[in-house]
């Protein structure tokens, strides 16, 4: 092969064995991929048995689709985009393709955050782009700076932001996300917005920055609030004079996205109500998480403002992320992702936990650590303070 390899999930070998486990009967608790435990809205899932029932579900762009998405910018942001800028996805992960594919050509260079998640930089690697990662640790609350984005040298094409962001849940308010944009204006840098944990927060509303910058390109989904993360389906919002080219390859490298997911998403845009519970659950787990965490002695957290993760420090601990989180699936039955996934400078002394699950999971975890995290030895290279 002669392509440029990539370093896989490595949660993904937590999700092996713990699936084994579960598979052996054996207890786990699923906190190691970005996934919401609970399934789509029943009315996403009776729509889509409708539908099933119906319809010969061939190659379909749902207009009605991108006009709710359209009427959602309205609601949520105040903004006016026209339905013919939105275009449907298989997922953020296809639109990351599709911007990267059509934006930029082989060699350019894309600014994206360290810690982050990992598509971003593995996914410009494998198009031939280069990766520039910018350093956000938790001594800046894992926000870029000004000044960061005016050392870049030379400038990159482009900068991806996510707020909130994975693994770490940090925002940037309208002040610091205006900020960035006009830095990044100033410097020829453009931006693309991966939205997709947007309508998860706690405490601040999220900004688009379509808001900020109606040329910026924007990504998201419905993996995660709208809990459809296998049905495979998100969006993208791009100015008007490139949808169509950015149509084109969207067209010839997927075709169309799922038709039945498309008729769910639809029906789950209106379950507001039944979102916002979820989300409701997600600040409870945040809470106890965050706590219970603190009693085991892990206080190195910076609090997430929105998405469903937490990404602790236990250098006190590990040094080892992933050997820490392959003992964690088979000697306590929780799965967690290993830092190393998102930071591969800093990462092996930071594991990410997803409370996008159940709030008796959360307490079950914590009680599985309880017992498990004294006894807990580095086989590896040692843990310091
Ligand atoms: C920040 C971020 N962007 C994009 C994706 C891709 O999501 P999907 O392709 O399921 O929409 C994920 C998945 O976890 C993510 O965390």
Known sequence: MRGPSVTPFYAGDIGVRGAARVRAGLPFVPMHYGQPSAGAPAAAIAAAHRVIDRDPLGYTELVELRERIARHYAEAHGLEVDPARILLTAGASAALVAAYATMFRPGDRVAVLRPGYPAYRNTLTALNLMPVEIHCGPEQGFHPTRAQIEALSPAPQALLV????????????????????????????????????????????AVSALEIDPRAVVINSFSKLYRMPGWRLGWMVVPQDWAARIHAVLINMFLTPSTLAQHAALAAMDEREDLERWVRIYAQNRTRLIEGLAALGIRKIVPPDGAFYLYADIGHVTRDSMQFCLRAVDECGVGLAPGIDFDPVDGQRFVRFSFAVTPEEVVDALGRLAAWLPGYADHGAGASA
């Open 162 to 205: 996510a707020s909130p962001a994975n693994p770490t849940g940090a925002m940037l308010d309208a002040t610091q996300l205006g900020e960035l944009l006009a830095t990044c204006r100033t410097r020829g840098i453009r931006v693309i917005s991966d939205e997709i944990y947007h309508g998860i927060s706690f405490g601040q509303r």
